[in-house]
């Protein structure tokens, strides 16, 4: 089941701390350009819906053609934005929750420093092990 | 990810750090050792303001964010709530705990020194119990700064130890 998804990580700065793409489609590389721009776009609409509810996980806010934007926005305000063209919400929103255990075990690393980029290509195969088995 | 530890290992490495910062790391300059305490308070509280927020809902405003530290947050830490809170509503609030576990087993020795002072002797045991135990509030400090800056509000702590075994600790929300 091929199916595109771009993932990315926002602190509170608003600086990008990690990226992924994660859809079992062989990306072409203008596509992850443009999915890239897409999910910066998608930032604003983020930081006004976020105000609006109290819920972590805001569904899809932003649409491209027939990519959808979903959001989780965590009580630090770090945002885990995710591009994808399925329809899976309660798949994509076991996929936010496991992510965001595996970021708050990267915080609690005293050598990290938050807000800077995570690096470690364990949280990436994580990251992308648990892309598979979700969405 | 939810493990405990003994509470009087918690203890005894609260009062080691302040202990060994004060008489062997800082030694010749002491007025270091307290914002390196309350820098190492900052980072565990946000670690922790980071886990403890998980499977909550977030906060929709400043009171919110206080009513959880006082609540949730000051449960898992100390295994009860803060007993009182007050605030101004113009950004100061003043939590307060009728018992603070971690200076709760903490004694001053009260002999009185006989240097002719005309201090009154009582006034002057409350000065040395109010200084020595001084030092161990800047952590918890640096906790609650951190959890608030981590929930998006900067903010200043300071704690008031005007009668043992209470404290309070009084945010500044800066604006």
Redesign the interface.
């Known amino acids: 089941m091929a199916s595109t998804a771009c993932f990315m990580i926002v602190s509170?700065n608003d600086i990008p701390i990690y990226e992924a793409e994660v859809g079992s489609v062989p990306k072409k590389e203008d596509a992850a350009h443009q999915h890239q721009f897409i999910l910066h776009a998608a930032l604003d609409i983020v930081q006004d819906m976020?105000w609006t509810t109290?819920?972590?996980f805001l569904k899809a806010i932003d649409r491209f053609n027939d990519l959808v934007v979903s959001v989780y926005?965590?009580?630090?305000?770090t945002r885990l934005m995710l591009l994808h063209d399925s329809r899976n919400d309660d798949g994509i929103k076991s996929f936010f929750q496991e992510v965001?255990?595996l970021y708050?075990?990267t915080?609690?690393n005293?050598l990290y420093l938050?807000g800077s980029r995570i690096t470690s290509s364990h949280f990436d195969t994580k990251v992308r092990a648990l892309a598979r088995k979700y969405l | 990810?939810g493990r405990e530890v003994s509470e009087s290992c918690v203890e005894s490495l609260v009062a080691e750090i302040v202990s060994s910062y004060c008489r062997g790391f800082y030694a010749d300059k002491p007025e270091l050792a307290a914002p390196r305490i309350e820098a190492i308070g900052f980072?565990v509280g946000?670690?922790l303001?980071?886990?403890y927020?998980?499977d909550?809902?977030?906060?929709?405003d400043h009171l919110e964010a206080i009513k959880f530290i006082c609540k949730d947050f000051w449960s898992e830490l100390f295994k009860k709530q803060i007993d009182n809170l007050k605030t101004n509503h113009r950004g100061t609030f003043v939590l307060q705990d009728n018992r603070f576990r971690w200076l709760a087993h903490m004694s001053v020795d009260p002999s009185v020194e006989t240097t002719g002072s005309i201090q009154d002797p009582s006034a002057m045991a409350e000065n040395r119990a109010a200084q020595a135990t001084g030092l161990h509030l800047y952590f918890p400090c640096g906790i609650i700064r951190g959890a608030l800056s981590?929930?998006?509000i900067p903010c200043a702590v300071s704690a008031d130890i005007s009668n043992l075994p209470a404290c309070s600790f009084v945010v500044r929300i800066k604006a």
């Open positions: 509170k976020a109290s819920a972590m926005v965590t009580a630090g305000h965001h255990e708050i075990k915080l609690l005293p938050p | 990810m980072q946000h670690q303001s980071e886990r927020t998980m909550r809902p977030r906060f929709t981590n929930l998006g």
